[in-house]
């Protein structure tokens, strides 16, 4: 079992969540999108697993580096 | 009896000098294990990176004390048929450790590829200055480093990284322009994780400091990450075929190659209508270039690091050119500190071989905040403005989506010299964006409106299509089109045949 983390890539407001806690995601599924300089940004889980922590929450802004969704692999 | 008769009657061919020659060659090419990960011994190496039976040794016999070679293999050979100069570190004698002998073996081959004008490849496996050569040593490395920023203004460098490379040896790769890390094999740094532990007491391990990850996607310092020796081998090889041997030379002429229909019918529907909403700028561009057929036709360089925006190698009208272009898909396609010196850094290498730069533009701006200011935005984004004015090859520009501020005159706008600009029908440009465009512009009477939200809304709409739309910058010649999506490869084909043509 190892934990691998989606990142902010920039400095950027949470602004949709689409996975939660508990939730199985395949990687490359989009577990959020920030916005920043007016874009949408997509993030995608790196890997696949089970979502074991979202640590920010919508609305949030975040620094590039920061973690948003924790997924746990086998 | 003629003389001649005379002493080859009297002195028998005696084979004694030729057994010491094959003897000693024994002795030298004698085949050394490669250690931990490596694949191949230097002289192996130097064989496979160039065409076959091509690579021919200088010096084979120097070496830099009783046993062992110069701790360098240097030579020369043909890569698709062209000479290359190779330098090869032989980790088997002393780590690879550069000394006075190591260095100048170097520097004798970097100054032939001067002097004649052939690409130098350095495939570099070395643990640093070699201690025993004392001053020696330094003064020697310093001699390689003068002679790859000498190389720099005359002829391409190409840097493999096989092994752990460091100190000194890792800034003449920095020097030289496009490295590439072997996986897990290759690292570069300036200091190793004891002297990193012992002077400030971070615990590192080598791979963290200076392996290929942190250095193809943090750093910025070498360009190209690969699984193994021979994909190395491969993509310098790549690399050399988009280059000419030196600086006024051409490269090889390939085939010319339209693009895929279906990409090309693909194109008005790439950019999406919404300005925030992102896309895939490589849909674009394989809409625009040749199509690459076999894998060969394009060479993305630092794919991972400052991913926001794209720098690469490709075709047009079968002739080489630097792409630059904004990826949405990767933070919004923003300039920034990073994205700014890999844009300035290519542009730079695409002028000095006369490589048309052509720039796909779709730009939200350059990312505000203290970060940047803390990194130099200022400084690298006036670096990238450099580049595009003082670039001598042909500039080519073409803004497809968003083009705002000072992030519309940093990619390669007609003011710093493009050659031909066009935008395509959708796109915007602007001061700034239209939310805030209208925020300044109307301050009194958004605060004074029964409903801001919808009135912001209508007059940034207002504002979208009767200022930011591209027809002003045309009409005034700023931009030398509108243009569909479908008419972007034609112009861009016209203009190279126009602006760089063929010797007759």
Redesign the interface.
């Known amino acids: 079992m190892s934990t691998t983390p989606a990142v902010a890539?920039?400095?950027s407001n949470v602004w949709k969540l689409l996975t939660e806690r508990g939730a199985q995601v395949r990687q490359g599924d989009v577990l959020a999108v920030l916005e920043?300089?007016?874009?949408?940004?997509?993030v995608h889980a790196p890997v696949g697993g089970r979502v074991v922590e979202v640590p920010v929450v919508e609305g949030q802004i975040v620094?590039?580096g920061d973690t948003l969704v924790l997924i746990e692999t086998d | 009896m003629t003389q001649l008769d005379a002493l080859t009657s009297t002195r028998p061919p005696s084979s004694e000098h030729r057994d010491v020659l094959t003897q000693r060659r024994a002795d030298r090419f004698e085949r050394v294990e490669p250690r931990g990960r490596r694949q191949h011994t230097a002289r192996e190496r130097a064989e496979l990176f160039c065409d076959p039976g091509s690579f021919v040794e200088i010096a084979p016999l120097r070496t830099a004390g009783s046993t062992g070679g110069a701790g360098v293999v240097t030579g020369w050979g043909t890569v698709a048929g062209r000479p290359v100069v190779v330098a090869s570190h032989d980790a088997a004698v002393a780590s690879g450790a550069i000394g006075a002998v190591f260095a100048e073996t170097v520097q004798r081959a970097q100054e032939l590829a001067i002097d004649r004008g052939h690409p130098i490849v350095y495939i570099n496996d070395s643990g640093g200055a070699r201690i025993h050569d004392g001053i020696h040593a330094l003064h020697g490395c310093g001699g390689i480093f003068a002679l790859n920023v000498k190389a720099s203004r005359r002829v391409p460098q190409i840097s493999l990284i096989l092994g752990p490379c460091a100190g000194a040896a890792a800034y003449s790769p920095a020097l030289t322009d496009w490295t590439i890390m072997v996986k897990e094999q290759g690292q570069m740094f300036l200091t190793g994780p004891e002297i990193v532990r012992a002077a400030t007491g971070e615990d590192a391990t080598a791979d963290e400091i200076g392996g290929s990850g942190m250095h193809t996607r943090t750093s910025g310092v070498a360009h190209l990450e690969v699984e193994d020796e021979d994909e190395a081998f491969d993509r310098a090889r790549r690399l050399l075929s988009f280059l000419p041997s030196h600086v006024g030379g051409r490269p090889a002429a390939v085939q010319a190659v339209p693009a895929p229909a279906e990409a090309v019918e693909r194109l008005p529907h790439v950019v999406p209508e919404k300005s925030s909403i992102v896309f895939d700028m490589h849909d674009v561009l394989d809409g625009v270039l040749d199509a690459d057929t076999d894998g060969t036709g394009r060479l993305e360089l630092s794919p991972e690091h400052a991913p926001s925006v794209i720098t690469m190698l490709a075709r047009l009208d079968g002739r080489a050119v630097g792409v630059v272009a904004n990826q949405p898909l990767r933070r919004g396609g923003v300039l920034d500190a990073k994205a700014s010196v890999k844009i300035s850094r290519f542009v730079d290498f695409c002028a000095r071989y006369d490589l048309p730069v052509v720039t796909f533009v779709d730009v939200p701006g350059f990312l505000p905040g203290t970060v940047e200011e803390g990194r130099g935005v200022i400084t690298q984004g006036a670096t990238m403005l450099r580049a595009y004015v003082e670039a001598t090859s042909p500039v080519l520009t073409v803004i497809v989506r968003k083009a705002y501020g000072g992030a519309y005159i940093a990619m390669g706008a007609r003011s710093l010299g493009a050659d031909l600009t066009w935008a395509w029908s959708g796109s915007e440009i602007a001061v700034m964006g239209p939310g805030g465009a209208v925020a300044l512009l109307h301050r009194r009477a958004l605060r004074d409106a029964e409903d801001p939200d919808a009135l912001r809304e209508e007059l940034a709409a207002e504002y979208r299509e009767k200022v930011a739309r591209p027809y002003l910058a045309a009409e005034a010649g700023i931009l030398d089109d509108v243009i569909h999506p479908e008419e972007t490869r034609d112009r861009l084909v016209q203009a190279v045949r126009m602006l760089a043509p063929e010797p007759a």
């Open positions: 890539d920039v400095v920043s300089m007016k874009m949408e940004i997509p620094q590039e």
